[in-house]
């Protein structure tokens, strides 16, 4: 029987700002199990993103609960939440968020300096990182100095190395050319595959969820599709 990592369960979001109550998500189920790698599609106001963030314990739910890696993560302090974003899980943004005025390397050790990790705990597996993310080169450089995909490659980097369970990411071809976009898609399906890291990605792209070994597909705030 494959382990559960992540369950969500009668997930509702709501926001009220100066108008009548706007429903996001209405109730939604959802399960991942280990080593899978699951797109979640739809158009724009779907809920697909607010459903990630919810699920990565960014956002929390108006209803509902989500546990992942066996805690249920409206019981757990923010303390340990952020050591377990740290640790356990990761997260990409669309746009590669890194700090401008850090190097690639800085950047990228981010999490692990922030741990209190000793570099010499991480350089080695830091360096065999960058060289099978093709950045061995770029160590030294600036955010501004590479390229869109060389920049969001130093993301997926930064989240490959604290050796994460599950990597959550929120549209990371969204701001690639389709070339680029496509590099990243062959990384993160060999990331899934030779790696075996859980996958969570959100795309409007049908051509990046086919990376995926399953489709969850949204519409109007609810799954209509596993």
């Known amino acids: 029987m494959a382990e559960l990592v992540l369950k969500a369960e009668g997930i509702k979001k709501s926001f009220a700002a100066r108008g009548p109550i706007t429903e996001v998500l209405k109730g939604v189920d959802f399960s991942l199990e280990k080593g899978e790698f699951v797109a979640i599609v739809g158009e724009s106001g779907s809920g697909k993103s607010t459903l990630l963030y919810i699920l990565a314990g960014i956002d929390k739910p108006t209803e509902g609960s989500v546990t992942l890696l066996g805690k249920r993560l409206d019981e757990v302090k923010d303390e340990e939440l952020a050591a ?50 093709g950045l061995a080169d770029r160590l030294d450089s600036y955010p501004a100095q590479l390229s869109g995909g060389e920049q969001q ?24 050319d389709k070339e680029r976009g496509r590099q990243v898609m062959e990384l993160l399906k060999d990331i899934n595959s030779t790696r075996g890291v859980t996958l969570v990605m959100v795309t409007h792209s049908e051509a990046h969820a086919a990376y995926a070994s399953r489709i969850v597909r949204m519409e109007d705030g609810n799954i209509i599709a596993l």
């Open 84 to 133: 377990m974003r740290r640790r356990n899980f990761s997260f990409v943004y669309q746009y590669d968020n890194l700090v401008p005025n850090l190097t690639v390397y800085e950047n990228v050790t981010l999490p692990l300096v922030l741990d209190k990790k000793k570099e010499s705990e991480f350089k080695k597996d830091v360096l065999e990182i960058a060289e099978y993310l």
């Open 153 to 176: 490659r130093a993301a997926i980097a930064r989240a490959l190395v604290t050796s994460p369970d599950v990597i959550f990411l929120d549209e990371p071809t969204g701001s690639l």
